[in-house]
């Protein structure tokens, strides 16, 4: 759902396809960057301990606790509810609650089976995780096999798929219809 509003934005399929190539080198950047600190500081503690060595105790406690409790939660909360959005607009949910209903302007209810899917994935997790740090490891590890090959198999099916052609990358979205409200 996410590249509709950036196609209708960019009105070219080598725009968003250059803005996605840009996050990609800006996560590289920051893995990098990562990867530089663990080969500096091979000690477990991950983030925390890098705060620490680098700023100090002060900024690496406040960190900690932020990361506790707004950082981190803030993190699954929305990746937990884009994988209910994605998975809604796959497998239509039920409509419940009362869409017009506000409580100081903000509607709780609105998507509501979104956010009861995306609530019960975060149960669900964090049992999984609860279960025990092999079992999570285990599952972890079949997810991303699974993952990878999904990704592979899209690639394959996109390179030999009769209906593609390098064409399609160079036409303009000028058959988009505006979007609303973005």
Not at 130 to 149: D, V
Not at 151 to 174: D, E, M, R, W, Y
């Amino acid at each position: 759902k996410k590249i509709v509003p950036m196609s209708a934005s960019l009105g070219s399929p080598t725009w968003v396809i250059l803005c996605w190539v840009f996050a990609g080198l800006i996560s590289i950047a920051g893995a990098l960057s990562t990867a530089e600190l663990v080969s500096m500081y091979p000690n477990s503690g991950g983030e925390y301990y890098y705060f620490q060595k680098i700023y100090g105790k002060f900024f690496a406690f406040l960190y900690g606790w932020s990361s506790f409790a707004i950082i981190k939660t803030a993190a699954i909360s929305a990746l937990a509810y884009i994988f209910a959005q994605s998975l809604n607009s796959l497998f239509h949910f039920p409509v419940w609650g009362d869409v017009h209903a506000s409580f100081l302007g903000i509607h709780l209810l609105e998507n509501l089976s979104i956010k009861i899917v995306a609530g019960l994935l975060i149960l669900v997790l964090t049992y999984l995780n609860y279960r025990g740090l092999e079992f999570a490891e285990q599952l972890s590890n079949y997810l991303t096999k699974t993952m990878l090959i999904g990704i592979g198999v899209f690639i394959v099916v996109g390179l030999f798929s009769k209906n593609g052609h390098l064409n399609h990358l160079q036409s303009t979205a000028s058959n988009i219809p505006p979007i609303h409200g973005v």
